[in-house]
């Protein structure tokens, strides 16, 4: 089991970046595919990067390609979104979430979910 944490959310102006950072307890990150969402009232939950085991692999929803990245580092537990060039749709909460399957990440159906951190990018 692993429990997640989302931090470094905030208002930021379009054009500007922030780095989301998602931290997970246990001792067992790196068996873990890890992944971002985001949520918006009225939408469906988007699927924006998946980053595997490793951190070897990575993918991405074309809504976000080029702009943002995926990383993590296992040593600290942590996985981390840099997100550039926001814009304004880019306002949401911010998720990310685990699971031991890459096809489950991908698929938005992860077992292990954070609590979401908002993002606001204004005009």
């Known amino acids: 089991q692993v429990q997640l944490v989302e931090s470094g959310g905030g208002l930021v102006q379009a054009g500007g970046s922030l780095r989301l950072s998602c931290a997970a307890s246990g001792r067992t990150f790196s068996s873990y595919a890890m992944g971002w969402f985001r949520h918006t009232p009225g939408k469906e939950r988007e699927f924006l990067a998946e980053?595997?085991?490793?951190?070897?692999?990575?993918y991405y929803a074309d809504s976000v390609k080029g702009r943002f990245s995926v990383s993590r580092d296992n040593a600290k537990n942590t996985v981390y979104l840099q997100m550039n060039s926001l814009k304004p749709e880019d306002t949401a909460v911010y998720y990310c979430?685990?699971?031991?399957?890459?096809?489950?990440?991908?698929?938005?159906?992860?077992?292990?979910w954070g609590q979401g951190t908002q993002v606001t990018v204004s005009s």
């Open positions: 980053i595997s085991r490793s951190g070897g692999t990575t």
């Open positions: 979430a685990a699971d031991h399957s890459v096809t489950m990440v991908v698929s938005g159906k992860p077992g292990y």
